[in-house]
């Protein structure tokens, strides 16, 4: 019985992580749940860290797991990248918190808008929620029309969620329209139905299960959005990392590993739309942040672009994962399914990708659970919901190790798996 299995495997965790329980019972006298970041809990408890090195994470229980998460693609450098270090370290030396312009914004944006096509100008923020909330704002004011077309599962940010198929009790309340994911047709009749400001749209559906788009899809996209003058907005928060999609949107996202590891995001396109932010022209729009110029994310997204992720490093990242999702998938012999692209995936318990609008199965969860728990069993992290994103500092040895321990997983419990 696939609950028995569940049972043996939380038990295992349970008298492995002591130290993680404590913590959690502390932090729930003074945090809702013990908790400041929601999609870090899991039942009974969540793991916690205390240390992190190379491609290795060592919980408080001083059990060291391979760090297959890599902060849901913001710790792409791995924990201790010396050259990311050292950036932090020099701008620590120069002092913080200048209250005022410093040089280096327009070096980061420099790398920024070289790298990505869709980015004539930027605008850094602390977030990717805040660089899709300033994106929307640019939308809703160049086109003075109200409604945003977004797709069931898809996840923007906190305050920009629609995991469930419905904007989350604390979304922002924009005039939504909801579409589904990859549904060209429909979604083309959507578009043409409404007067659209802007498509929100991821081209690899993170959150919502590592489902890639189709090229059909974000062409029609493309060739709709221009011919309704609706600004087409990728959210590339997640898929930054990939390689370029044949499409090209008016507005697009950014965060995560962008800043070296540190809190960031940014908001880019052409000059003329850009430009309505610019402080020098009457009545542009106001775009405030304390800490959107702070040196300690400057300093490590510049080190981290100029020095360390060169296109090489990148493509061979990306390549390492669609190897490893192909040895899950042989692995996972149709009872796990793994989807994804290049060095993003998910684990899910069946044989196919499920975005998670679909509505809830109890019994997948539960195999979710027990192949969650079983890697931590076996050193591995991964998100509970299933997603790994691979850093640089994980080897081909470890996705081996991975696929090893995922493969004597499936092999162990095959009957409830089935
Ligand atoms: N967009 C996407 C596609 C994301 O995956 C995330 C974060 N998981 C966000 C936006 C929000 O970014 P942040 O957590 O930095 O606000």
């Not at 502390?26 to 039942?43: K, Q, W, Y």
């Not at 450098?77 to 050292?86: A, F, M, Q, R, V």
């Not at 280096?104 to 977030?127: D, G, K, P, Y």
Request: charged share 20%.
């Amino acid at each position: 019985m696939i609950e028995t299995a569940l049972a043996d495997a939380v038990a295992r965790y349970e008298r492995r992580n002591p130290n993680s329980a404590a913590r959690a019972e502390r932090a729930e006298r003074v945090l809702p749940g013990g908790n400041t970041r929601s999609i870090l809990h899991f039942d009974p408890f969540p793991l916690a860290f205390a240390r992190g090195e190379g491609p290795y994470l060592t919980s408080l229980d001083g059990d060291r797991y391979t760090d297959f998460l890599g902060e849901f693609t913001a710790g792409l450098y791995g924990h201790s990248e010396p050259k990311i270090l050292d950036a932090i370290g020099n701008a620590l030396d120069r002092g913080l918190s200048f209250g005022g312009h410093n040089e280096l914004e327009h070096e980061l944006a420099e790398l920024l808008c070289a790298r990505f096509e869709a980015m004539e100008l930027v605008r850094f923020t602390n977030s990717g929620t805040e660089a899709n909330l300033m994106a929307l704002a640019l939308a809703l004011h160049h086109t003075g029309r109200r409604e945003i077309l977004v797709f069931r599962g898809a996840y923007h940010g906190g305050v920009l969620a629609f995991g469930s198929g419905e904007p989350s009790p604390v979304t922002v309340p924009h005039a939504w329209v909801l579409g589904d994911y990859d549904d060209v047709e429909a979604t083309r009749a959507l578009i043409r139905e409404h007067e659209l400001a802007a498509i929100l749209v991821e081209p690899v559906l993170g959150s919502g299960g590592c489902i890639p788009a189709s090229d059909a899809f974000l062409a029609m996209l493309r060739e709709e959005a221009t011919a309704a003058g609706t600004l087409l907005v990728f959210d590339e928060v997640m898929t930054s990392r990939l390689p370029r999609r044949a499409v090209t949107p008016d507005l697009m996202t950014v965060g995560k590993y962008l800043a070296g590891g540190m809190s960031f995001g940014a908001f880019g396109g052409s000059a003329k739309l850009m430009g309505r932010y610019d402080p020098k022209r009457p009545g542009a729009l106001f775009h405030a942040g304390t800490f959107n110029n702070n040196v300690v994310s400057l300093s490590a997204g510049i080190a981290g672009l100029r020095d360390v992720l060169t296109d090489e490093r990148l493509a061979a990242l990306n390549a390492r994962g669609d190897r490893l999702r192909d040895a899950l998938n042989r692995a996972g012999d149709g009872l796990l399914h793994t989807s994804g692209s290049g060095s993003l995936m998910t684990i899910h318990p069946g044989p196919r990708a499920y975005n998670a609008s679909e509505p809830p199965d109890p019994r997948r969860e539960l195999v979710k659970r027990l192949v969650f728990f079983e890697l931590l069993d076996a050193g591995q992290w991964i998100a509970a919901r299933g997603m790994l994103a691979l850093s640089l500092p994980i080897t081909d040895a470890l996705c081996d190790e991975f696929a090893n321990a995922f493969a004597a997983i499936v092999a162990r419990h095959r009957d409830v798996l089935a």
